[in-house]
């Protein structure tokens, strides 16, 4: 009994089930009718107004050509009407003259006779009869403003709707991944005239080939492009793919994507570690800033540990946690005003920028192992190495590695780019706009590196997610065939 009763809940789960499921389907299909029935009317609407648009210029056509015949019509007349005019005064005149020499033969004297003889043959010689032509200045012909729309009403004949544009083809060969841009080509796989624009779409995904039915990002679309190759710049690299595809579009319908391809877009991506900053500094993500009060209400001695806290030395947490155990860990003590990166660089050529607050006193940027004390300063130990910049007072600009100095004549830039070769030994320091090379530490590394950072009165901005710039790129194989005093400081173990 009890295994029937169990039977029948099932069937009548799963009829509910199927129920809903065919509700769910007339619900769709009714929705589907009133979409045809809209796109339809929306269809015959977009019609009219391409027949009545064409009708339009037909009439405005057809007046013009009509207003042109009408015009030859005017000219032909009037120039026929003045001809008329000029024969019929020569008439007038010929009619004249020939009433007179017909009553000239009746004069007997003879003296007369000649007289008169003279003034007739000398008026005739004057007559305008014997100068005007008697041919038509214009002809009667109205042929050469005739029509013939055979051609016009066999493509009228043609018309049909829009065929639907078909699938692009991405050029892989010539596409392109340079200093956060994308360069995306694409051809069509035959001409088509009817093409009024393309849509590329892109999306990030950290998953390699083809994009996936469920991506953790949503596509972002770039609409009305005219050409067959586009160039997304400006591109924050924070996954390690890229996938793209093109539609092309006439003036009525978009056709079908072309097949999607996926490009990588690997960067160095890292966030600043609240979990191991000096309490004096205010953490977020990838800024920096300095709160004098942030330390306040702690028990705190300048160049030694809080030991009054009892609290274990901190250790580095995942980015995850970094929220919950910000208050209770202070990493760096005393006036090493410090915050690292969550993130090792252990191989490879990386770069991110450093932008300070103009009203910044005193900062350091760099990198460090991750055995850098609580009350180490960056630059001040030998196993980190970073260029300063103090404001206070007056501008000092240098590097620091080991604790020794090297003073750098040159403009503090506003932006500034890190490059961090692991496997080749070389961080350089580069003004991020110009791209002209500050510094240059050259050493062997041999641990894992931690991006690093001092600030005292004011703050910083790190944009992570870069991909090395080619001209830096350019300039670091100059670079490596040279030698010179950038080195100085790196040969101070």
């Excluded at 009548?12 to 199927?18: E, G, R």
């Excluded at 539609?247 to 990588?264: M, R």
């Excluded at 160095?268 to 000096?278: E, P």
């Excluded at 993500?285 to 330390?295: F, M, N």
């Amino acid at each position: 009994m009890d295994e029937q009763r169990e039977t029948l809940q099932r069937i009548v789960s799963t009829l509910a089930n199927k129920n809903d499921e065919i509700h769910n389907f007339i619900d769709m299909l009714n929705h589907t009718i009133k979409n045809v029935q809209v796109n339809s009317s929306n269809a015959i609407s977009e019609l009219d107004e391409e027949f009545d648009g064409l009708y339009s210029i037909l009439d405005e056509m057809k007046g013009s050509m009509a207003n042109t015949i009408q015009q030859e019509e005017a000219r032909k007349i009037q120039a026929l009407q003045d001809q008329l005019s000029q024969c019929s005064n020569a008439l007038e005149s010929s009619e004249e003259l020939l009433e007179l020499a017909a009553q000239s033969l009746d004069i007997k004297d003879p003296v007369e006779f000649l007289k008169a003889a003279r003034q007739i043959k000398d008026r005739v010689t004057m007559a305008s009869a014997f100068r005007i032509s008697l041919k038509p200045k214009v002809s009667d012909s109205m042929t050469h403003l005739m029509v013939d729309f055979t051609l016009e009403r066999r493509m009228l004949q043609a018309v049909k709707f829009l065929p639907v544009p078909k699938a692009p083809e991405i050029d892989l060969t010539a596409c392109l991944v340079a200093d956060n841009c994308i360069t995306v080509s694409w051809r069509m796989p035959e001409e088509d005239s009817r093409i009024d624009h393309f849509v590329l779409e892109y999306r990030k995904t950290n998953f390699d080939g083809l994009p996936r039915v469920k991506d953790e990002q949503r596509w972002e679309l770039i609409d009305y492009i005219k050409a067959t190759e586009y160039t997304l710049s400006g591109l924050k690299f924070d996954t390690k793919y890229m996938n793209l595809r093109v539609q092309a579009c006439n003036k009525a319908v978009a056709g079908e994507y072309s097949d999607p391809v996926t490009l990588e877009t690997k960067a160095f991506v890292f966030s600043l570690d609240s979990t191991s900053s000096h309490l004096n500094l205010k953490v977020e993500d990838t800024y920096v800033e300095w709160d004098p009060t942030g330390g306040k209400g702690q028990e705190k001695i300048k160049g030694k540990e809080n030991k009054s806290s009892g609290a274990p030395s901190p250790k580095r947490t995942s980015i995850s946690t970094r929220s919950s155990v910000r208050g209770s860990r202070d990493h760096f003590t005393g006036e090493s005003y410090t915050v690292l990166g969550d993130t090792a660089v252990e191989s490879g050529q990386h770069y991110w920028e450093v932008r300070a607050q103009k009203d910044c006193k005193s900062y350091s940027v760099g990198v460090t192992y991750r055995n850098l004390g609580k009350f180490d300063q960056l630059g001040k130990t030998s196993s980190s190495w970073c260029i300063h910049i103090n404001n206070w007072l007056q501008t000092t600009f240098s590097a620091k590695h080991n604790n020794k100095t090297k003073t750098l004549d040159i403009p503090v830039p506003d932006r500034i780019g890190v490059y961090c070769d692991f496997d080749g030994g070389q961080l350089a320091f580069y003004n991020a706009n110009s791209k002209e090379l500050l510094h240059t530490f050259r050493t062997k590394f041999t641990q894992p590196l931690l991006p690093g950072f001092m600030i005292w009165c004011g703050g910083l901005t790190v944009s992570t997610g870069l991909q090395v710039p080619s001209a830096v790129k350019t300039l670091q194989k100059s670079e490596n065939g040279l030698s010179g005093s950038t080195s100085s400081l790196n040969n101070i173990a």
